[in-house]
């Protein structure tokens, strides 16, 4: 600020420095409010970390129509669960209100329509304290119990801090009264800050110099001073206390939406001892755990004294795979709305491109029975396209990223994004062709990747191979019992008549299946024996890969036996599989004039009342 150092009335006079200081926060917000976020090119940021704090952006580029939403909100302690790019931290962070007040959704009380408060923790954080951790002593468990506690109360007192200065989220002196008075009762070293001091901040400062105490009392363990710990019950009394205080969270639940708690970053020893009281009933404080996983084998379901937490009792678990495999007027509309956020919010991407139905256009063909019969004709020498916004939204098994690549990967093609800034750059629909190319890299992307996985990761790829290859089979060889017309087989998803009772080498591979999302499990499904049975569906974006059809008309039906021989096996699963007669004869020449509809693909026909979609063989 200073042209000329020695000179300025704030030189020497530290009250008129101070309130120039104090202003400063004022200034950006006011600059902040007039900035528009804008992204460079639409594919920046396919990690919502990599976003940081522009939460105004954050805001921009999310759809709160995600599948599951009304389900995750309810008032149950939850698990989210969903591949990697799936948008769970996305959802976890929008969901809290510091999100939502930085993102200028919401500038007074009035703004905040939810019924709840979000309250976001990445659980990196645990992770960096305690990496090495193993063999945990009740002392240590004490230890991660304490900075847990501190951890929740730092974003608690965050939150306070961003909305204080809101319009009907102001907090009075009785509050920060209370505040002191209450954090003084667990840690008796806490000292009164001097008068004029923002207490917030003064509390914050505190939580995190006692965590770097924690911190050093476990790396050091020599003779340094042991931390007094807070007890598990210090949440629970805290959010009576907050609810009791501050009449914007008196009639409101607390969330606390815990990000990325998954194995083995989040180890079961550090899982096991926060089951201990996360997962406990909120009794009065009405508080709730909302945690967010990679799979359903990445959380570990006991507490340090070996008790099975059940589903449905201490907690509930919202799979984003297995609403994606429904296929509902929601799936698409979302995936529509996220797609088309980042083309509207891109620096560089012309108004007529902002609607990817218009850039991709439409698949060829009115029905999968369609596509099956071309792939069944093409042979191994021909060639099937699967192109267009219809079959693209098809391959999404919530792996939102992998389609946001996919897209990248069809701009790029169409001799890069650079082409989109001028009305006339490029001519829509992009040709079948490009988008047929960047469908199948993207999935032999994806099944390269596979190889890289640690310790199975050669198996896992054998696996999908073996079963892509024999559900291939299936389609050209076989004919569905379900209709009079006899369409191909056509099925990505597992049945398993008889549930197999998988131990050792067998296990941790079926889990690694799930873990990275090769295949997705759905637990409601029912066998043909009417026995719960799991479903597992094959990802969708392996559908073109193997010349498949996303229909769920049919499945490819297993016994015990068939399921360990794919786990063990693939190479002589694929020879069993392909010796099984066909039930049923190839359709004839005549037969297949016969009228295309499909309404016999039970759960796209029955459950979401949209037609079915296909591809084109056709060229540009």
């Known amino acids: 600020m200073e042209s000329i150092p020695t000179e300025g009335t704030f030189v020497r006079n530290p009250r008129e420095l101070l309130q120039i200081f104090n202003q400063?926060?004022?200034?950006?917000?006011?600059?902040?409010?007039?900035?528009?976020?804008?992204?460079?090119?639409?594919?920046?940021?396919l990690r919502c970390e990599q976003i940081g704090d522009s939460f105004e952006l954050l805001q921009l580029l999310y759809s709160e129509n995600f599948p599951g939403y009304s389900d995750l909100l309810r008032r149950n302690n939850t698990f989210l669960t969903g591949p990697r790019g799936c948008g769970k931290t996305t959802i976890f962070r929008n969901l809290s209100l510091k999100a939502q007040i930085l993102g200028n959704k919401v500038g007074k009380i009035e703004d905040y329509k939810e019924n709840y408060v979000g309250i976001y923790y990445h659980c990196n954080d645990l992770y960096f304290a305690f990496p090495y951790l193993s063999n945990i002593s009740d002392e240590e468990r004490k230890g991660i119990i304490h900075y847990f506690n501190l951890a929740i109360l730092y974003e608690i007192l965050d939150l306070l801090e961003i909305s204080n200065n809101k319009q009907g989220f102001e907090l009075d002196l009785h509050v920060m009264s209370e505040l002191q008075e209450f954090i003084s009762a667990y840690l008796p070293s806490y000292q009164t800050p001097p008068l004029g001091t923002n207490i917030i901040r003064h509390l914050m400062s505190m939580a995190g110099k006692e965590k770097q105490i924690l911190r050093h009392w476990f790396e050091k363990r020599d003779g340094s001073q042991k931390p007094i710990f807070l007890p598990m019950d210090f949440i629970r009394n805290l959010c009576k206390l907050l609810r009791d205080c501050i009449p914007w969270m008196t009639n409101r639940p607390i969330y606390f939406f815990l990000d990325d708690y998954s194995l083995p970053n989040i180890s079961k020893g550090i899982q096991e001892t926060l089951h201990?009281?996360?997962?406990?009933?909120?009794?009065?404080?009405?508080?709730?755990?909302?945690?967010?996983?990679?799979?359903?084998?990445?959380?570990?379901?006991?507490?340090?004294k070996g008790k099975l937490m059940e589903e449905g009792r201490e907690y509930v678990v919202v799979d984003l795979g297995y609403f994606f495999s429904l296929r509902t007027g929601q799936v698409e509309n979302f995936l529509l709305e996220v797609i088309n956020n980042r083309l509207r919010n891109s620096d560089n991407i012309d108004k007529k491109y902002h609607d990817i139905r218009e850039v991709l256009g439409s698949g060829h063909y009115n029905s999968y029975i369609q596509l099956a019969l071309e792939i069944r004709e093409k042979g191994a020498g021909g060639r099937v396209y699967y192109y267009g916004y219809d079959i693209i939204t098809q391959l999404c098994s919530g792996d939102v990223a992998h389609i946001l690549g996919l897209i990248k990967r069809i701009f790029e093609l169409s001799e890069g994004p650079g082409n989109f800034t001028e009305a006339g750059g490029i001519d829509l629909p992009i040709g079948s062709r490009i988008q047929d190319q960047a469908v199948r890299e993207t999935g032999s992307d994806f099944l390269n990747k596979i190889e890289s996985i640690p310790k199975y990761g050669h198996d896992l790829r054998k696996i999908a191979d073996a079963f892509g290859d024999v559900?291939?089979?299936?389609?050209?060889?076989?004919?569905?019992?379900?209709?009079?017309?006899?369409?191909?087989?056509?099925?990505?998803?597992?049945?398993?008549?008889?549930?197999?009772?998988?131990?050792?080498?067998?296990?941790?591979?079926?889990?690694?299946?799930?873990?990275?999302?090769?295949?997705?499990?759905?637990?409601?499904?029912?066998?043909?024996?009417?026995?719960?049975?799991?479903?597992?569906?094959?990802?969708?974006?392996?559908?073109?890969?193997?010349?498949?059809?996303?229909?769920?008309?049919?499945?490819?039906?297993?016994?015990?036996?068939?399921?360990?021989?794919?786990?063990?096996?693939?190479?002589?699963?694929?020879?069993?599989?392909?010796?099984?007669?066909?039930?049923?004869?190839?359709?004839?020449?005549?037969?297949?004039?016969?009228?295309?509809h499909d309404p016999s693909d039970e759960e796209n026909n029955n459950q979401i009342g949209i037609k079915e979609i296909g591809v084109g063989s056709k060229g540009d």
């Open 276 to 304: 201990d009281f996360i997962l406990f009933p909120s009794e009065c404080s009405e508080y709730y755990f909302k945690l967010s996983t990679e799979s359903v084998v990445s959380f570990y379901p006991y507490n340090s």
């Open 471 to 596: 559900a291939h089979w299936y389609l050209k060889n076989r004919n569905s019992k379900n209709q009079e017309q006899l369409p191909p087989w056509q099925a990505f998803r597992i049945e398993i008549r008889d549930t197999p009772d998988l131990k050792d080498k067998h296990l941790e591979i079926y889990n690694e299946l799930l873990h990275y999302g090769i295949f997705f499990r759905d637990i409601r499904g029912k066998s043909q024996r009417g026995a719960v049975a799991p479903r597992l569906y094959l990802r969708r974006l392996l559908i073109p890969t193997f010349l498949l059809t996303p229909s769920k008309r049919d499945n490819i039906g297993l016994n015990k036996d068939e399921f360990l021989q794919l786990l063990e096996d693939p190479e002589e699963f694929k020879k069993i599989m392909k010796k099984k007669k066909p039930r049923r004869k190839r359709l004839q020449p005549d037969e297949k004039q016969k009228r295309l």
């Open 24 to 45: 400063i926060p004022k200034n950006y917000s006011a600059l902040s409010s007039e900035r528009k976020e804008k992204l460079s090119n639409p594919f920046d940021y």
